[in-house]
């Protein structure tokens, strides 16, 4: 029984922590842990990989790119999985680019929603729509 108890508040912490994470609102650590002290400093956490990553993209591009399909999602979740695996810490030895786009000249200290945005940008000043950014991708191996 305690064992079910305990993979239940583990899965639940999860869930909370990636939809919290998906909105935005930092969460303290504490408030998943029973055996913090109340009073003691903690440090709050942000939790992105690259499911969390995918599912602000996705709500991100619905909310400001309605007219995108589902070829433009799959095309950009190519692109961005050959450039950085989706990976908001990704950073390329040779040149500038950094994060889940591999935008060029980002700071590695860039939060995650905001590198989304910076390269859904950067590809729609250069290219117009995801596929568009991916057909160059795959003649040249960058976008």
């Given at each position: 029984?305690?064992?079910?108890?305990?993979?239940?508040i583990s899965v639940g912490s999860?869930?909370?922590l990636t939809i919290a994470s998906l909105i935005g609102l930092p969460i303290k650590a504490a408030a998943?842990?029973?055996k913090v002290e109340p009073n003691k400093e903690v440090k709050t956490v942000h939790i992105w990989n690259k499911f969390t990553l995918k599912a602000y993209?996705?709500?991100y591009i619905h909310e400001n790119y309605p007219s995108w399909g589902r070829g433009e999602w799959v095309a950009l979740t190519k692109l961005w999985g050959k450039e950085s695996?989706?990976?908001?810490l990704?950073?390329?030895p040779n040149s500038s680019a950094?994060?889940?786009?591999?935008?060029?000249?980002t700071d590695p200290q860039t939060p995650?929603?905001?590198?989304v945005e910076r390269g859904l940008s950067y590809i729609v000043h250069k290219y117009d729509k995801p596929s568009v950014a991916w057909s160059h991708w795959r003649k040249h191996g960058w976008y």
């Open positions: 029984m305690h064992q079910h108890i305990a993979k239940y999860t869930i909370i998943l842990h029973p993209t996705r709500a695996g989706w990976d908001h990704a950073d390329n950094y994060g889940v786009a591999q935008v060029l000249n995650a929603p905001r590198q």
